[in-house]
């Protein structure tokens, strides 16, 4: 069936570097597309999402860049700090209220 | 800022036993979310809840899982009769308030989930 999947399990990055998470989409009908970060223990928390009728969407150190010609989805995070290592997944759903889908997440480390 | 809670933190039953899973969603929210997590596996959805009524569920629901809106605040899930599969991280998580609703995000925010062992 249709899904929301991540290319890199895992992402080393070094404080201060910018970090790019990438995701890849397949089902066109998703109207939505979110990012959640989860830390070890807690629930996911809703990082930024942009809708299918945009390309870019900028929040506090965080931009989220959606390409519906290839059906791929990114989040890019400026100055990475230690309290960004987390798990990332992106999630899709179809219209506002809809349920989520969720990819199967990416581990970003960061290192002193 | 207003957040979802969940309890219990963890939950250890034996298989065959029943268990209910309680979430206190946010205040003027109108939709209602259960997720699950299985561990080292993506989140998967279960079912969403909206005016009293389960407006979509997901294959993983099935009668052996039931949803509850006992009074105004509270929102559960019961699993009838657990089955070792059954243990995972659940997610409660509610959105659209509905003094915004409509708008361009109406995000799910999810509460800290509730550790199910099924031993």
């Known amino acids: 069936g249709e899904s929301v999947g991540l290319h890199l399990p895992t992402l080393s990055v070094q404080e201060g570097d910018n970090s790019i998470i990438n995701c890849a989409y397949s089902?066109?009908?998703?109207?939505?597309f979110i990012w959640y970060k989860q830390e070890s223990g807690k629930g996911p928390q809703f990082i930024i999402d942009i809708r299918s009728n945009m390309d870019k969407r900028q929040g506090q150190r965080v931009t989220v860049l959606l390409n519906k010609t290839v059906k791929h989805l990114s989040l890019q995070i400026a100055a990475t700090q230690p309290g960004d290592s987390a798990v990332y997944f992106c999630a899709e759903k179809k219209n506002s209220w809809g349920k989520l889908q969720f990819g199967a997440g990416t581990q970003v480390v960061v290192t002193p | 800022e207003p957040e979802v809670t969940q309890t219990p933190s963890h939950q250890v039953t034996q298989m065959g036993q029943e268990v209910i899973l309680r979430c206190v969603p946010i205040?003027?929210?109108?939709?209602f979310y259960w997720y699950r997590q299985i561990l080292g596996q993506k989140v998967e959805f279960l079912v969403s809840f909206y005016n009293n009524e389960i407006s979509e569920k997901s294959e993983i629901f099935d009668d052996q899982f039931s949803v509850e809106r006992p009074d105004g605040s509270n929102f559960t899930l019961k699993i009838r009769s657990t089955k070792l599969e059954d243990s995972a991280m659940y997610f409660c998580?509610?959105?659209?308030?509905?003094?915004?609703?409509?708008?361009?995000?109406?995000?799910?925010?999810f509460g800290p989930g509730t550790r199910l062992t099924v031993l």
């Open positions: 205040s003027n929210h109108l939709y």
């Open positions: 998580a509610s959105g659209r308030d509905h003094r915004t609703s409509g708008s361009s995000t109406d995000t799910q925010y």
């Open positions: 089902n066109s009908a998703s109207d939505y």
